[in-house]
């Protein structure tokens, strides 16, 4: 999975405590989310900050580039949203500001995904007291998204070796849908799959924590 | 000591629903320590028969317990006494993706004893002995992607293993498997006491571990005995799709 191997590299952030990069993760996203837009060069400060930690893990730029372009139209829409929903003088500034919380607070996500893995991460959740049904479905979460990356990549990869794959726009976007449905019913398949597995150890549809 | 079977599967009739039959007048008896192999061709019921051991398929309800099917340990499997079937009778699926869900190796192996509600010291005393079982001492804090195809099939065995079954049902164990990571696999699991159950279509695995082989084909046990007398008859084999393995053809 591309986030554990991140993760796991060598950088200064990783010797870190797992509880702090976690704590610290969110007191920034908690933070650029209240800080009022009149505040926004706190707010930018902070993605600044968070800026340097990823200097300090060693994130490559080109990397944090391409995350943060692919991340940016989705603010726009957002930010664009918010100004049609404001039509007032200060619907401009509270539109940046907006943008400006969802960059840092997007940028810190990354970062946390560049040094923590998704082991330490569970682990620190079940020591906060995190409700066991959230931890268990992260768990799932993040157990089983990389498997179904790699089944989608697998298809992509068994529809271009026929023919060089789809030629045209529309059959390309044609040939991305059924990939889509296809992932939803493999997903459906080896979530029953997996289901099984756990009944077959003993799996009550409770978690379970060892007796002291 | 009990002398009851291992196993036992009297009439045994399953299909899917809205499907045809799969299994159908499926009788057996597996005394203790057994090591029997289920074979035969794709789509023959192999699977569904050794779900049906640990009660992963729902069995035609029965007023009478002793109108059951399946018996493990001279008990009926039946909906009451799931969970000590699933005590008893431990499963390693094919696919190790299927079994294999939690963050790292360690928390996975300890999954199922944590359900069985063991000790926290016990847990983590099997999880180190049965990591060291399939030969894996160091991966106990790796995620399960970072494990290649056959470590992960290891894994799955310790998971399994860690639940101390007297009984241990293993769907296509050496599918996908490099002749080294097989070779491994049949090491472990030769050295294991348990009785085994081991539905595959890699004779030679047949050949080296078991001492008896049921033969399923559409659903029905078509022989049923010695590996190497059922392997080399070549009529046999060839009637139900499968071939004699290599060192029992005649030079």
Partial sequence: MPVER?????????????????????????????APEELWPATASLGVFVVALHALAGTSPRLLLRRTLQFLPM??????????????????????????????????????????????????????????????????????????????????????????GPSGRWDQWQAAGERLGLLLLRALDRAERVHRAMLARGWTGESRKPSP | MSTAPALELRDLAFAYPGGRMVLSQ????????????????????????????????????????????????GEPVVQSRLRTVRQTVGFVFQDPDDQLF????????????????????????????????????????????????????????AGVLACEPQILVLDEPSSNLDPRSRKQLAAILRGLTATLVIATHDLDLVLDLCDRVLLLDHGRIQADGDPERLLSDPLLMDRHGLEVPWRLRPR
């Avoid at chain 1, 796991?8 to 933070?31: E, F, M």
């Avoid at chain 2, 360690?106 to 990591?131: M, S, W």
């Fill in chain 1, 6 to 34: 991140a993760a796991t590299g060598d950088n200064l952030c990783r010797s870190w405590p797992a509880g702090i990069k976690l704590g610290l993760a969110v007191a920034v996203i908690v933070a650029a989310g209240l």
């Fill in chain 1, 75 to 164: 603010v726009i829409a957002i930010s664009f949203a918010a100004v049609i929903s404001r039509p007032d003088a200060d619907a401009a500034l509270w539109s940046a500001a907006l943008m400006l919380r969802c960059l840092v607070a997007f940028l810190a996500g990354l970062w946390l995904m560049q040094t923590l893995t998704a082991a330490e991460f569970l682990d620190v959740l079940s020591r906060w007291r995190v409700p066991a049904a959230l931890t268990v479905i992260l768990n799932f979460l993040l157990r089983y998204v990389a498997l179904l990356w790699e089944e989608h990549e697998r298809m992509l990869r068994a529809q271009r070796a026929r023919a060089g």
């Fill in chain 2, 26 to 73: 499926i009788s057996a008896v597996v005394p203790p320590q057994t090591r029997l192999a289920v074979i035969g061709p794709s789509g023959a019921g192999k699977s569904t028969l050794l779900m049906h051991l640990n009660g992963l398929l729902p069995q035609t309800p029965v007023a009478d317990p002793r109108d059951c099917t399946v018996w493990i340990q």
């Fill in chain 2, 102 to 157: 939690a963050a790292t190796v360690e928390e996975d192996i300890a999954f199922g004893p944590k359900q069985l509600g063991i000790p926290r010291e016990e847990t983590a005393r099997r999880v180190t002995a049965c990591l060291e079982a399939v030969g894996l001492p160091d991966a106990r804090r790796m995620h399960p992607a970072q494990l290649s195809y056959g470590e992960r099939k290891r894994i799955c065995l």
